[in-house]
Every structure is written in C-alpha cells, then in structure tokens.
C-alpha cells in the first residue's frame, strides 16, 4: 500500500528566505508526483508534475526534484514571500490503481 | 479553457438525508475523480470515471456513489448521511485514462452535515 508523507508538517519563515520541503514515498511504482497547493477553504492548484521519467521541473521561483529510486521529492521555493503561504500537498499517481495518494501536507507561513 | 466547476459549494444537510454533487470537468477531458478531504483523514480518494463507466474505486462504503453523463459531467451521491461525511469534496478532471495525464481540481463542495 503506497504511504506518502511530508515533512515538516509546518513551517514559518521570514519573507525572503530560500526553502525546501520534503515529500516521501513507499512504493516506486509511480506514474508521476505532482505538487499542489491550497489556500483555507479552497480547492487544489496544481504547481509541478514530475513524470516517472523525469528528475525535476521548474516553474518561476519553484523547483521540484523526483528521485524514484529513494521515494523522495523536493519543491524548492525561492526568495519566499508572503503570498506563498498555504498548504503545499504532494501526491503520487499510483501505477495499476490510476489514483493519487496525497500526503497530509506542509502548512507554510512566510511572515513579512 | 474554463476550470473544473463544482456545485454547490456549499451544503448543509441533516443526518440521514442524502445529497447529491456535480462536477463539470475541463471541456475535453474525459475522466472524472472525486477525493474526500477532512482534517483527520487528508485527502481520500472515493473513485474515478472515464467514457461514463466507473474504473475504480476507493474503500468507501457503498453509501458513496457516483456517476459520469455522456457529456463527462459527473454527480456523486451520499445516502443516509452521517456526521462523518462532513468534509471539502472536490472533483479532479484530466485528459485520458493514463495515469500520466496531470490532474485538475475544482474548488471543492463543503459538507456540513448536523
């Protein structure tokens, strides 16, 4: 049974600041892993996609990076601001089960 | 392209009811997912609809149901309501069937059962 967890599961910077968050895996058996986004009350954006055969993908200040092998992805998020804050979720798509397995999240608070 | 539309967004309903949800999906895309998500559980997956036939399903209790129309819009149902259901539902659409697509999520319906 495929478990994804994030760690940490908050995080408060000072606006500014260069900052990763971490995503772990148990099965290798993916299709992809994506990373979203949630503001309070609302639904999901999604940031990144990594297929299974990529290493990282990059979009503005965001970078996420996919090491199958280990089960681990990181989305890096520079020069942090405040609009940034939310919950940032990652999810794995699961071969064979065509679902997502999400993770519990990391709430993220960049302070001003 | 217009985004995946949820309605209502939000419901309040009595244990016992039951209570129905629509999702139009990104025009195209023609596989439906809907996820549960609470503050105990995260996000859940309750099932997928691809070409209106039900391709897979989460361990859900039968209470939980859905279906896709001919033009991909889907509607889930919960019958005999529980305090339990109460939660953000939201509705994912995305391109195919392969588990490579990128999904896309709606807004959510939140739940308030009493």
Same mark, same amino acid.
């Given at each position: ?26 099965? =290798?058996?993916?299709?992809? %892993? ?5 503001? *309070? @009350?609302?639904?999901? #954006?999604? $940031?990144?996609?990594? !297929? ?17 092998? =280990?089960?681990?992805?990181? %989305? ?5 601001? *405040? @609009?940034?804050?939310? #919950?940032? $979720?990652?999810?794995? !798509? ?19 | ?114």
């Amino acid at each position: 049974k495929q478990e994804v967890t994030q760690i940490p599961a908050a995080l408060s910077v000072p606006e500014g600041e260069n900052l990763v968050l971490n995503c772990s895996f148990t099965d =290798s058996a993916i299709y992809n %892993l994506q990373w979203f986004r949630q503001d *309070p @009350g609302k639904g999901l #954006t999604s $940031l990144l996609l990594i !297929q299974s055969s990529q290493r990282e993908q990059t979009s503005g200040r965001l970078n996420a990076s996919l090491d199958k092998s =280990s089960g681990r992805s990181t %989305l890096y998020i520079a020069a942090s601001q *405040p @609009g940034d804050s939310a #919950t940032y $979720l990652c999810a794995v !798509q699961v071969q064979g089960a065509q679902k997502l397995v999400f993770g519990q999240g990391t709430r993220l608070t960049i302070n001003p | 392209k217009a985004g995946v539309t949820q309605t209502p967004r939000y419901l309040i309903k009595t244990r016992g009811q039951q209570v129905t949800l629509s999702c139009s999906p990104i025009s195209g895309h023609r596989s439906v997912s809907w996820y549960q998500q609470t503050p105990g559980q995260g996000l859940q997956f309750l099932f997928e609809y691809f070409s209106e036939t039900q391709r897979n399903k989460g361990n859900f209790p039968g209470r939980f149901s859905g279906r896709q129309f001919s033009n991909s819009r889907s509607e889930m149902n919960v019958s005999t309501l529980e305090l339990g259901d109460s939660a953000l539902y939201l509705c994912a659409s995305r391109d195919g069937i392969l588990g490579t697509y990128e999904q896309y999520f709606g807004p959510g319906t939140r739940l308030t059962v009493t």
